[in-house]
């Protein structure tokens, strides 16, 4: 059963506040395609300058996850907290490709190492047994920004010139983790020496561990085919006619949250694995089914399904990771399940686009049927090679 009330201690509640703080900083990023067309930068050069924080924390975090540990974890979250606030004040006032370019892979960095820190402190303050409800609350408070700030970009009427002064701000923001470190109180969430550090041996045996393994492959397939859909969807809503297809992700998202808001409890009451498989056969359900859509209320339908597969999906994989890792290792094992997901938001778009254009969409859709039943699968294996409860 969660163990709720020693869930919501003092340093939880302090780590989940970061963990919105820079997820809002990084939602504000929806609109700069906008802001790189008012600088007069072609299309093609934007989507790099877009993904190069993407790829940046795709290359540096797999080098720093054995570095970060309880005994440094501190350290980190100060540096990453500087240097994610000095690239958003850089790309304030810079306007040329190298430097907009320079500014993203900076951000990209201290992003990841601000968020690989928050996720070294979190594991350690979740209790046995809460688990699903501590991830659910964490992948809740990671995604309601993403669905809050784009309405109040729209409420407030706030134009793409007004990109660089919103960056003013966010930059400042961007240091309020190192002004929580700075609190009496915050040093049941920062440095402590009373785990041995896993670094680059301790990341090797990991790995070996089968269990490991197999979810941190689901994890790639799983991320590998929701980014495809999250990148290519508008377009094939376009080949069926449907104007308003981004109304699919916020059907998705909406139910997503209703999930996290109420799953807790259902997600530490029964199997962990059990339910993650029956969220992702509903995510296979619902890309397999996408390209026979006749009409746009069957393809809204679909969105509240995929989005009740994705709500239930994707908090229990971390879940899981959390139950079959050992305690000197849980942190180092979440963030490389980070690591998975980057690569899945990699591997994603590049095989789906390449899918699309060889193909045609019904090979697109087939293909991520597939893969989600892969990852699926695996996760089945898992419980096989470790005890996994609910």
Same mark, same amino acid.
């Given at each position: ?77 100060? =540096? ?109 969430? =920062? ?78 009451? #029964? ?15 619902? #890309? ?11 393809? #809204? ?32 094992? /979440? ?8 690569? =899945? ?8 686009? /390449? ?5 045609? #969409? ?29």
């Amino acid at each position: 059963m969660s163990n709720l009330s020693g869930l919501f201690s003092f340093g939880f509640l302090t780590i989940n506040f970061q963990f919105a703080l820079v997820t809002a900083i990084a939602a504000l990023f929806f609109a700069f395609s906008e802001y790189l067309q008012l600088l007069g930068i072609n299309p093609a050069t934007a989507g790099f300058i877009i993904s190069a924080d993407s790829l940046a924390a795709l290359i540096v975090q797999p080098l720093i996850t054995p570095l970060i540990h309880a005994g440094t974890v501190s350290r980190w979250l100060f =540096g990453g907290s500087l240097l994610l606030s000095g690239a958003l004040f850089m790309l304030a006032h810079v306007t040329s490709v190298p430097l907009l370019t320079a500014g993203r892979l900076l951000q990209g960095v201290g992003f990841i190492c601000v968020l690989s820190s928050l996720i070294t402190m979190v594991v350690r303050l979740i209790p046995p047994g809460s688990s699903g409800s501590a991830f659910g609350l964490i992948s809740l408070i990671r995604l309601v920004p993403y669905a809050v700030i784009p309405l109040l970009f729209d409420l407030m009427s706030i134009t793409p010139s007004s990109f660089g002064s919103l960056l003013n701000v966010a930059a400042l923001a961007a240091l309020v983790p190192v002004l929580v470190l700075l609190l009496p109180a915050s040093r049941q969430v =920062g440095e402590s020496e009373d785990i041995s550090p896993p670094g680059l041996s301790g990341m090797l045996v990991s790995l070996r561990s089968r269990p490991v393994q197999l979810l941190l492959l689901s994890t790639l397939f799983f991320f590998s085919s929701y980014a495809a859909v999250f990148f290519f969807l508008k377009q094939f809503g376009q080949s069926l006619w449907i104007t308003n297809t981004s109304f699919f992700f916020t059907i998705a998202t909406l139910v997503m949250i209703a999930v996290r808001l109420c799953g807790g409890f259902f997600f530490d009451r #029964y199997n962990k694995v059990w339910l993650c498989f029956a969220g992702l056969l509903l995510v296979a359900g619902s #890309y397999g089914l996408l390209p026979l859509c006749t009409s746009s209320t069957i393809f #809204y339908v679909l969105a509240g399904f995929a989005g009740l597969g994705w709500g239930i999906a994707m908090p229990l994989q971390s879940a899981v990771m959390f139950d079959i890792s050992d305690s000197s290792v849980r942190a180092m094992n /979440q963030n490389l399940q980070i690591v998975m997901m980057q690569g =899945g938001f990699f591997i994603g778009p590049l095989v789906g686009g /390449q899918l699309i254009s060889s193909f045609g #969409y019904s090979v697109f859709f087939v293909t991520l049927t597939a893969t989600v039943l892969l990852a699926g699968f695996m996760m089945v294996c898992v419980r096989q090679h470790a005890a996994v409860g609910g």
